[in-house]
């Protein structure tokens, strides 16, 4: 191996330890997703049925959700009323779900946002991407009032080089 070589994958361990760390299970940093919980959530859709019974109301088609600079999309939410004020307790996104906030992205199967505890519980085929770099698991919980995440689910990381270069040669 040479000097070079040696010193430019220490350079990449030590720039991308916070990322290989989430491939054991620990804990991810997502300054972008850091988010004032208690901002305003704006929805908008297609269409809409609220169902007074149950407290929910269902969004269709097109469904982008607004708090802050966070921003998600998703072809179905269910969004469920606490049973007192009418305040939103949690929404439930399926079909497909994107999160974004600044220059970082998360794509799941399923999302959940429970609002009174700030977290973001994504589930199947999550896709993380910060920068060029990315990472996939099964699960991933996203905690907003902090800007670090958990994934588990046979986590893999795809760390790219400074140069863009994936290859690996020097």
Do not use: W
Not at 13 to 20: G, L
Not at 80 to 97: D, K, P, Q
Not at 137 to 162: I, N
Request: proline residues 2%.
């Amino acid at each position: 191996m040479t000097n070079a070589f040696a010193a430019s994958t220490l350079a990449l361990i030590t720039m991308f330890a916070p990322m290989c760390a989430a491939a054991q299970g620990t804990q991810v940093n997502f300054g972008g997703f850091q988010q004032d919980t208690d901002a305003p959530v704006e929805v908008t859709a297609d269409a809409l049925s609220v169902d007074q019974t149950d407290g929910t109301a269902l969004y269709q088609g097109n469904v982008i959700i607004i708090q802050g600079e966070m921003r998600l999309a998703a072809p179905r939410v269910l969004v469920v009323y606490a049973e007192s004020a009418g305040r939103i307790e949690r929404m439930e996104a399926t079909g497909g779900v994107l999160l974004v906030s600044g220059t970082e992205a998360a794509e799941a199967e399923r999302a959940d946002y429970h609002i009174d505890s700030g977290t973001v519980d994504m589930a199947g085929n999550v896709l993380v991407t910060q920068g060029a770099n990315a990472m996939t698991s099964e699960f991933m919980t996203v905690y907003l009032d902090s800007g670090t995440a958990e994934m588990s689910g046979r986590v893999k990381t795809v760390l790219q080089s400074s140069d863009g270069d994936a290859s690996g040669d020097p």
